[in-house]
Each structure stands twice: as structure tokens, then as C-alpha cells.
């Protein structure tokens, strides 16, 4: 499934970038075998939520009591799901790309699979092509295309974000891009 700037443009009207935001999703999209309505629909509605309508790439850092629990100085078990061992990882590995990959676990583990050390170079998450393929390596390392082509939007959205933060964001995002599918005569 290949999409066009014109598709984009009409799928993600508010991307600035549009070569760069398409040439990165054609390619993302190829790799992690998102290739189906069901999936992208799936993945386009998620990453949509998760990037503020694909305007952000670096989640916005307020130093929330949520936020505080990424560093390992605030003594919380997230810190250690996240993988930040020393202090200022909370900060330094914060949600970054269209999925916000967060933490130096999955920061060190993109950086094994893309090539690249984005523990040294984190901000390089946030510019296309990475900041669209960590999400399709985050989506293909969960298993999500399967969950996608069943339409189960609230595991997709419980296994991105650990709850339903969003989730009727994502699900109407969800029905907006399977309508233009059907609307394009898939």
C-alpha cells in the first residue's frame, strides 16, 4: 500500500512536511507489513492521538507527577519499566516520533535495530524518516497487525500507551480513516 502527498494531504491535513511525512510512512509502513485498510486505519488513528494530530514529535514535558515517575530518582516502578537507570533519564528519554517511543529501553532498542545511537542523539527521534519508523518498530516489535485486523482499538491503545489514555480520540480517528478508504473503494 503506497500512499501519495495528495493522500496525506487529505489523511493528515495538518503535516507540515509532507515529501518527508510521506516518503517516512510509505517506508514505515512497507517494513512493519502495514498493508491494509484495517492496519493503517489502526496505526494512522493511534500515532495521530499520540502526536497531537501529527504536529508534535517530542511529547510536551510539564513535569506532571506522571512525567516525574520516567526518572528513577522519584523512586517509581514506571522508571523501571522504562529501563532509565540514571537520573535525568525520565527527561532525557521522554516520548518522542508520531508513537512517542519513551525510555531508555526502547530508545536503546531502536537504536540496535535502526543502526543509530539515539542514546547519545535522542532529539534525532523527533525528524523523519525515525520519528515515523520507531513507531512501525514499536508496532511490528508489539504485534499489532494482527489486533489490527481484528479492529480491536482498545488493546492497540492499551499496549502504546499502558491505558486508555485517548482512546475515544483514537477510536473516532479510527472510523475518519476507514471511511476514507471505503470512500477511495477499498
Same mark, same amino acid.
Given at each position: *500500500?503506497?500512499?501519495?502527498?495528495?493522500? =496525506?494531504?487529505?489523511?493528515?491535513?495538518?503535516?507540515?512536511?509532507?515529501?518527508?511525512?510521506?516518503?517516512?510512512?510509505?517506508?514505515?509502513?512497507?517494513?512493519?507489513?502495514?498493508?491494509?485498510?484495517?492496519?493503517?486505519?489502526?496505526? %494512522?488513528?493511534?500515532?495521530?492521538?499520540?502526536?497531537?494530530?501529527?504536529?508534535? *514529535?517530542?511529547?510536551?514535558?510539564?513535569?506532571?507527577?506522571?512525567?516525574?515517575?520516567?526518572?528513577?530518582?522519584?523512586?517509581?516502578?514506571?522508571?523501571?519499566? %522504562?529501563?532509565?537507570?540514571?537520573?535525568?533519564? &525520565?527527561?532525557?528519554? %521522554?516520548?518522542?516520533?508520531?508513537?512517542?517511543?519513551?525510555?531508555?529501553?526502547?530508545?536503546?532498542?531502536?537504536?540496535?535495530?535502526? &543502526?543509530?545511537?539515539?542514546?547519545?542523539? @535522542?532529539? $534525532?527521534?523527533?525528524?523523519?524518516?525515525?520519528? =515515523?519508523?520507531?513507531?512501525?518498530?514499536?508496532?511490528?516489535?508489539?504485534? %499489532?497487525? @494482527?489486533?489490527? !485486523?481484528?479492529? !480491536? =482499538?482498545?488493546?492497540?491503545?492499551?499496549?502504546?500507551?499502558? &491505558?486508555? *489514555?485517548?482512546?475515544?480520540?483514537? =477510536?473516532?480517528?479510527?472510523?475518519?480513516?476507514?471511511?476514507?478508504? $471505503?470512500?477511495?473503494?477499498?
Amino acid at each position: *500500500m503506497q500512499f501519495s502527498e495528495k493522500d =496525506i494531504k487529505e489523511l493528515c491535513p495538518k503535516v507540515k512536511d509532507i515529501k518527508g511525512f510521506t516518503d517516512s510512512l510509505n517506508l514505515a509502513f512497507k517494513q512493519a507489513e502495514i498493508n491494509n485498510p484495517l492496519r493503517v486505519a489502526a496505526a %494512522l488513528a493511534r500515532w495521530k492521538h499520540e502526536s497531537w494530530d501529527f504536529q508534535r *514529535m517530542r511529547e510536551v514535558w510539564t513535569g506532571s507527577p506522571q512525567q516525574l515517575k520516567y526518572d528513577p530518582t522519584s523512586g517509581s516502578n514506571v522508571s523501571k519499566l %522504562l529501563g532509565n537507570t540514571k537520573p535525568g533519564d &525520565g527527561i532525557k528519554f %521522554l516520548g518522542r516520533g508520531i508513537s512517542q517511543i519513551t525510555g531508555r529501553y526502547n530508545y536503546a532498542a531502536y537504536s540496535k535495530y535502526a &543502526g543509530f545511537d539515539f542514546l547519545t542523539y @535522542p532529539e $534525532k527521534l523527533e525528524q523523519f524518516p525515525h520519528a =515515523i519508523l520507531s513507531a512501525s518498530w514499536f508496532w511490528a516489535t508489539k504485534k %499489532l497487525n @494482527p489486533i489490527a !485486523d481484528r479492529g !480491536d =482499538i482498545v488493546k492497540i491503545v492499551k499496549i502504546i500507551n499502558g &491505558g486508555d *489514555m485517548g482512546l475515544q480520540d483514537t =477510536i473516532n480517528n479510527y472510523k475518519k480513516y476507514l471511511e476514507w478508504f $471505503k470512500s477511495k473503494g477499498f
